[in-house]
């Protein structure tokens, strides 16, 4: 990330699954889209009471507007960068995106994500969990219906190598 990012959108409470053969179970998170990086982080700094206020407060949103394009109070680019820090999240250049596109499926709206990263190829499936089930494992009950294009044109509008 460099120091004059800036922060486009903020999603938190992401349901991240992977798209291989046999693959079980998702990640929560947030996805951050800035002017030049993709970053789904799993691993954050930020405080619990924190999360849950904003995770109630995009709930209202959503079904209010289905725009995707929002930010957050109490999280900023200094927050983004040290949440960075920790390898384990994910900065995706809008070049090392290979294929992104979204649908509406019959419980919810699925962004589907195609990249390569580090000589790794992966593809994912994100979509926004309303409600979860904590037991015996956390899993998402529920989604949210939103509006992906705007995100995804974003990023497409952004790559140098377009498919």
Do not use: C
């Not at 206020?53 to 109490?74: C, E, N, P, V, Y």
């Not at 390898?87 to 070049?95: I, S, T, Y």
Request: no cysteine.
């Amino acid at each position: 990330m460099t120091p004059e990012e800036k922060i486009q959108a903020h999603v938190v409470s992401v349901w991240r699954e992977q798209k291989k053969f046999f693959s079980i179970g998702g990640r929560e998170g947030m996805l951050v889209l800035t002017d030049k990086h993709l970053m789904f982080v799993h691993k954050t700094e930020s405080k619990k009471k924190w999360w849950e206020a904003i995770r109630q407060r995009q709930t209202l949103h959503f079904l209010k507007s289905k725009s995707i394009m929002m930010t957050h109070d109490g999280y900023d680019e200094n927050s983004l960068k040290e949440d960075l820090e920790n390898e384990k999240n994910v900065e995706l250049g809008f070049d090392d995106i290979l294929d992104i596109s979204h649908k509406e499926k019959d419980w919810g709206s699925v962004l589907f994500m195609e990249y390569e990263k580090n000589g790794k190829h992966e593809k994912h499936q994100y979509s926004i969990a309303q409600d979860w089930v904590k037991y015996p494992a956390k899993e998402p009950m529920k989604y949210m219906r939103v509006d992906w294009e705007p995100f995804v044109q974003y990023i497409k509008n952004r790559q140098k190598i377009t498919r």
